[in-house]
């Protein structure tokens, strides 16, 4: 079989990158062992001497911004130009859209055209809410479904744009969530529930703990990690207002930050470290690679995943964690629930409460013993992603569209 993924951006080709396309990374590594046959559809990016079969589409990357948006239309029609170029000659038996918001039309358009089956990863909100994380300016939760009140965040241009992929989304031959609590909020949304499967797929392999095995023995003491931008929607500046606390009642607490964001982002969080008196207390690690990340992890006594949106995609760094025996305190909002189960294997707290992630992080501190039993609560929690059954659901699911 002869699979085009489908992502905006790419490990190792491009310089941005999350958890959303590590996806696609470990996607690659399980279909080449089943000897599938794999290419690529992504963006435009810089690095040269890159693998033969990645195939890559112009974007606008153009300053300033009122120019990008009325050259923005051309490079529509551009992409779906390559795109269709790409699939008529290369022949893929499936198109996977993973992260892939920017090439979603083009692509879509272009396997229309061709017939060529397709499938949907949901990785984010792209599909129901035009910001992608159903939070309005005021950062208020919203969840209705799309419609003239979306007018308040986008543009009417941009609104037809989005009239558009919902016609393209009907179009679908499969979609991939990762949790239940996802699968709802779909359907709530009109997306019919039998086009919908649930597959977890951010594997672990077993390497990614048996090669952290031991460093549990250098744990910084009293430390704190967060991993994740600095984007409002990720939640640092709540775990900062919480380090106020934190750093009160245990004095040499850390945070360790490791990430990255835009300019502004970064600005306003090192000011709001630096108001409240934490800068001894608080360190920023800048963006890590894979391998420096699970070992962050390994090292750190908890792991915070203070979301702001109803993330139920269950984010990479908190499986991560709890893969590697640690104790988490997340945000109690999306489907986050499914993994951490109260006081047994984490802590839940309310998503905007500082106070509340300070007291359950201050007890943790305090409590290791009783730390370290949740941390293994966690791990058991976890065991299903370490093993391919998730990756063959999807190879299964091909077939089944292939054969329909």
Known sequence: MKVCLVSDQLVGCHEAWSGAEIVCERMVEFFKKENQEIIFITTRFKKKNISRGIFQVPTANIRPLFLKKIIAPFFRILGIIYSFYYLKKEKPDIVHLLHSNYLFIPVMVSAKILRIPTVFTVLDYFIICSRNNLRLDSGEICDKPEGRQCLRCISLLKFFERFIIRLLFKNLNGIITF???????????????????????????????????????????????????????????????????????????????????????????????????????????????????????SKSGIVVVPEQWPSDFGPLILVEAMALGKPVVASKIGAIHEFIKHEKNGFLVGHNQPKQFAEKIVWLLKNKSSAEQMGEQAKKTVQFLFNDSQNKEILELYKNILRA
Do not use: C, W
């Not at 039998?194 to 009293?222: C, H, M, Q, R, W």
């Not at 409002?232 to 964001?261: C, D, F």
């Open 179 to 297: 949790t239940e609590t996802s699968k709802s909020r779909l359907v709530k949304h009109g997306i019919p529930a039998d086009k919908i499967k649930v597959i977890y797929t951010y594997n672990l392999s077993p390497e990614f703990a048996a090669g952290n095995k031991g460093k549990e023995s250098k744990i910084t003491p009293n430390s704190i990690l967060f991993i994740g931008t600095f984007f409002e929607y990720k939640g640092l500046h709540i775990l900062i207002q919480a380090m106020s606390e934190i750093a009160s009642q245990v004095p040499n607490s850390a945070l360790m930050v490791a990430g990255a964001g835009y300019e502004r982002d970064r600005k306003r969080i090192e000011k709001m470290a630096k108001d409240l008196g934490l800068e001894n207390n608080i360190k920023f690690l800048g963006r890590k690679k894979n391998q420096e990340v699970s070992e962050l992890i």
